[in-house]
């Protein structure tokens, strides 16, 4: 099962919201947070701590 978070903001450092959306691939899950808001910030959610952002992807 895939997790992802995703971070709303205007820039990386003002997070205004975190949601969760699961799924077993992970284009389908990308697909998923697509389809819910295409300004959202994509981010690597095998990491240990959300400060320690490394990877980092905007769908527009």
């Keep these: 099962m895939l997790t992802l978070f995703l971070i709303r ?3 990386i450092s003002l ?4 949601d ?5 691939q992970e ?3 990308l697909d ?5 808001r295409s ?3 994509i981010c690597d959610l095998r990491m240990q701590e959300m400060n320690s952002i490394t990877s980092i992807e905007r769908f527009r």
């Design 9 to 11: 903001a205007e820039v």
């Design 15 to 18: 997070i205004l919201a975190v």
């Design 20 to 24: 969760v959306v699961e799924a077993n």
């Design 27 to 29: 284009q389908h899950a």
């Design 32 to 36: 998923k947070l697509v389809s819910i």
């Design 39 to 41: 300004d959202l910030i």
